[in-house]
Structures are given as C-alpha cells and as structure tokens.
C-alpha cells in the first residue's frame, strides 16, 4: 500500500485500524500534501496504538511549521 486511497481503505478494516505501521504512513502521506490536519490525525492515531517516536517527532514538526511566525512578513 502506497497511496493514500489504499491506505485510507485498508486503515477502515478491522486489522488495518489496529496497524501503527500504516497510519504511521498515512500521516506521512498528508504532511507531504500540507494537509496539517489530517495528517496530525493520522499520527495522532499510530500514537495510541503504540510508542511511536516518529510519529511524536513528525507531530511536533507540524507544530513547528504552523506556529512558525516570520516577524518581517507579519509583524
């Protein structure tokens, strides 16, 4: 599974629900589209199924960009 569609399918079935590996994926699939809130999600999501580092690590990053304010764009 490489695509989001895949991903999204598989992730509604019972075993792909529980798989912290794909949501893992998936959420790495949206953050390189910028779609923040779906991806958070995503992460959100490999979190409760286990320890994940990465996913904490990418969650965080997110963060980082959509608080990031440039003081000589927007004062």
């Known amino acids: 599974m490489e695509t989001i569609e895949e991903l999204e399918k598989y992730v509604k079935t019972t075993e792909g629900s529980r798989d912290q590996t794909a949501w893992y994926k998936l959420g790495g699939l949206y953050r390189q589209q910028e779609n923040w809130g779906k991806a958070l999600n995503a992460y959100a999501r490999c979190?409760?199924?286990?320890?994940?580092?990465?996913?904490?690590?990418?969650?965080?990053?997110?963060?980082?960009?959509?608080d990031y304010r440039n003081e000589d764009w927007m004062p």
């Open 47 to 66: 979190m409760e199924l286990g320890a994940s580092n990465a996913a904490r690590e990418a969650t965080e990053a997110i963060k980082r960009i959509l």
